[in-house]
């Protein structure tokens, strides 16, 4: 078997582990297997000028090239022009003078608008998935953007604007009446350009198509879906919007008229936006062939968040880049869809290092042109819906408005786990409402009435079903779990715990919902029977990791990745707690395996492996009483690398350091018992999968390094893992009290 690193995806061997988890699509169309849209160019050119250069050089340049004046564009020193001859030969003789900084051919942009589904009546799934059935599917519970919870705290701030660049908005709809932006500067049908931005009676946006203050008009919808998707008002009409009392200012630039659509009017739409006071801009649109002005113009606008969609055409935006979403930008972010099972749609772009993260975008209900309803999906839907949350978490943060590049990362640190999506995007995750908007942190109890129960829980707040990999292990000791949780914690998968010869009934019923592709038994047949094993291969195909003793079945768990890895993490074999704080740590610090030690001599099967490795470094977890130096030199040695120690003055302090150093910053913090090992193991992959670090605690106290650290991360979430008699109500109440 070869493990994926994270870094480095390792060559496929027998098992093939991808470093993609399964994306099953309802259509069967496997995932990439789409080609880009054809590209629609104008046949004009847009110019930019180098600074300083005059009206005269420019039209020097014009007359030279054969070029015709069509526009300005709302960029500094660039223009619209139309070449008298072909556009090739027009870029070729611009490019020869000193004067252009660049040229590019001006592209029309289309909606990223995918299949739609049936008109129904139903639930709004991506705010609240009760399992209903949208469309003819039966939905995951909680697989959805926790939005009525988020409701809670915020609706939205009255005063933020929220842009809708698309095809306009119909503000007779009665879910859309009372959101339209207005301008307060212009005095309506005077026919007067009142406050002298170039606009005449933009009393609640702009058609840069028509060049008027119409922002809708016929039978276009899908500006008016997508403005819903966002703020649909909750007057007991029709459907409630994310952020339900924000304004919506409508920027009209998307038709089928073939004039319209075009990068120029996409830039003039952008900046007009930014002026008038949008934070958050929906583009809800996009096209194959790249723009450097169009980039330029939301580079320009950093305190503005430009909420993209991925593109509907089922391929890969690493490899074939759609624009906006494409554009490496700080203040974008971009969107696939899932669907109401959790799983990425099938006709929904993707990108492990251009698209951002999911939100829902299929068999989405929102308002549509004459007063009625309707369901629609692409991820058009998803980046509506992920303007929502932008305006929600804005509107209780009002810090992050304005600061566009803060508010993305926000977003994505606050998102929830949604490991179906690992390796398709860049963070594995689904928009959250609720903990996007929390002032102070949700703190919430993961447990069940034992320890395998309390292990089913905390899979359950984290892992949605078909999971691909699952990690099975005693909860009669720890050292087999430490290596199977830490390779669990990169790999985006749970732990669960068994006896020796029996499955617990908590744990069988979440290996039930889980319908993992495939079980890895962690230890020898004594540790867990083969009789457990057989048991589990009803489930599906399960394979043992396991050696002659603790330290080798930590190899046998590491035997899978390659040479070269970044990482080798090093605990003691004796005891449990510096290598629970390790687990959701080494994915962050780059990946790699977990191997096991004693306190004074390093076991052969350890030594062997760190010579086979060859990391670039080793981190030793827990001080020289837990692991001497000789030791460390030993590893050291073997190794042929450098090694960290994270260390502190305790099991508590160790824990913190770990988490100081893996976690500069982090919205989910996991805290267990630390000094009882069960509740912990499960507890480490779901802080893989959250991007937080495990903290510990005694039975009476949450203990001073575990306190500071929780004050310097000031995490949204806070996991505890364990029941009253583990984790005792008083600690809750300790740590709540560090946010008044």
Same mark, same amino acid.
């Given at each position: ?27 069967? #169309? ?135 660049? #698309? #095809? ?166 971009? $969107? ?108 919430? %109890? ?196 450098? $090694?960290? %120690? ?11 350091? $770990? ?82």
């Amino acid at each position: 078997m070869a493990w994926p690193s994270i870094a480095h995806p390792a060559a496929a061997a027998d098992p093939d582990w991808s470093e993609r988890a399964p994306s099953p699509t309802r259509s069967g #169309d496997v995932k990439g297997t789409g080609g880009p849209a054809e590209s629609q160019p104008t046949g004009r050119l847009i110019v930019r000028y180098a600074e300083g250069t005059s009206e005269a050089g420019r039209e020097r340049v014009r007359e030279s090239a054969g070029l015709e004046l069509v526009a300005d564009v709302a960029l500094s020193d660039t223009e619209l022009v139309e070449p008298s001859g072909a556009v090739a030969q027009a870029i070729t003789r611009l490019d020869a003078q000193a004067a252009i900084e660049f040229v590019e051919p001006e592209y029309r942009r289309a909606q990223a608008t995918g299949p739609t589904g049936e008109p129904l009546f139903g639930e709004e799934w991506g705010l609240h998935n009760t399992g209903q059935t949208i469309g003819g599917f039966t939905g995951v519970p909680d697989v959805d953007m926790n939005v009525p919870e988020a409701w809670a705290i915020t609706t939205g701030s009255p005063g933020l604007i929220v842009a809708v660049l #698309d #095809d306009g908005v119909d503000f007779s709809h009665p879910d859309l009446a009372g959101r339209s932006w207005v301008n307060a500067d212009e005095i309506a049908g005077n026919l007067v350009d009142d406050d002298l931005n170039g606009y005449v009676d933009d009393t609640n946006g702009w058609d840069f198509c028509n060049n008027d203050n119409t922002v809708h008009e016929g039978t276009a919808s899908h500006g008016t879906h997508v403005a819903g998707s966002i703020a649909a008002s909750g007057n007991g009409v029709g459907i409630a919007g994310v952020a339900p009392t924000v304004q919506i200012m409508a920027v009209k630039f998307i038709s089928d008229d073939p004039l319209c659509s075009t990068d120029q009017q996409a830039i003039n739409a952008i900046a007009y936006a930014a002026a008038n006071g949008a934070k958050i801009i929906n583009a809800s649109w996009g096209g194959y062939d790249v723009s450097a002005s169009l980039r330029t113009a939301i580079e320009s606008v950093p305190d503005v968040l430009v909420v993209t969609a991925a593109g509907n055409n089922n391929i890969d935006n690493d490899l074939t880049p759609l624009y906006p979403a494409s554009y490496d930008l700080s203040n974008i972010l971009s $969107v696939a869809s899932v669907h109401n099972e959790g799983y990425l749609s099938g006709f929904t772009n993707f990108g492990f290092e251009s698209v951002d993260l999911s939100a829902p975008g299929e068999d989405i209900l929102s308002s549509v042109v004459g007063g009625g309803w309707a369901y629609s999906s692409g991820t058009s839907m998803s980046a509506a819906l992920a303007s929502g949350v932008a305006a929600l978490a804005a509107s209780a943060r009002p810090a992050l408005l304005g600061d566009a590049a803060a508010l993305r990362l926000h977003l994505i640190a606050t998102a929830k786990a949604l490991p179906s999506t690992l390796g398709w995007v860049a963070s594995p995750r689904l928009l959250d409402a609720r903990a996007a908007v929390v002032s102070r942190p949700d703190i919430r %109890r993961l447990s069940g009435a034992n320890r395998y129960a309390t292990a089913a829980a905390i899979s359950a707040a984290t892992f949605t079903p078909h999971v691909q990999y699952l990690f099975i292990a005693t909860g009669l000791n720890f050292p087999d779990a430490l290596a199977g949780g830490a390779l669990a914690a990169q790999l985006g998968s749970p732990l669960l715990l068994v006896q020796t010869n029996s499955i617990p009934p908590a744990t069988l019923a979440e290996v039930q919902r889980l319908q993992p592709e495939e079980i890895y038994v962690l230890g020898s047949s004594g540790v867990v029977s083969e009789s457990v094993a057989v048991q589990l291969s009803t489930h599906a195909p399960t394979y043992r990791l396991a050696g002659a003793n603790r330290y080798a079945t930590a190899v046998a768990v590491s035997s899978g990745w390659p040479a070269g890895v970044p990482n080798v993490f090093i605990a003691t074999g004796a005891n449990f707690p510096d290598a629970l704080a390790g687990v959701p740590a080494s994915g962050a610090l780059g990946g790699g395996p977990l191997l096991l030690t004693a306190q004074t001599s390093l076991p052969p099967e350890t030594a062997a492996e760190l010579m086979r490795l060859d990391p670039a470094r080793v981190v030793i977890l827990g001080s020289s009483g837990v692991i001497s130096d000789a030791v460390a030199s030993q590893i050291s040695a073997a190794a042929g690398a450098p $090694v960290l %120690r994270l260390a502190g003055a305790n099991r508590f302090a160790t824990a913190a350091t $770990v988490s100081a150093y893996a976690f500069p910053a982090a919205e989910t913090a996991f805290v267990a018992n630390g000094l009882d090992f069960p509740d912990a193991l499960a507890g480490g992959p779901s802080g893989g999968a959250f991007g937080g670090p495990l903290l510990l605690s005694t039975a009476t106290s949450a203990q001073p390094p575990t306190m500071q650290e929780l004050q310097r991360l000031q995490p949204a979430r806070i996991f505890i893992l364990g029941g009253p008699s583990v984790v005792p109500d008083a600690v809750i109440n300790q740590i709540d009290a560090l946010f008044p």
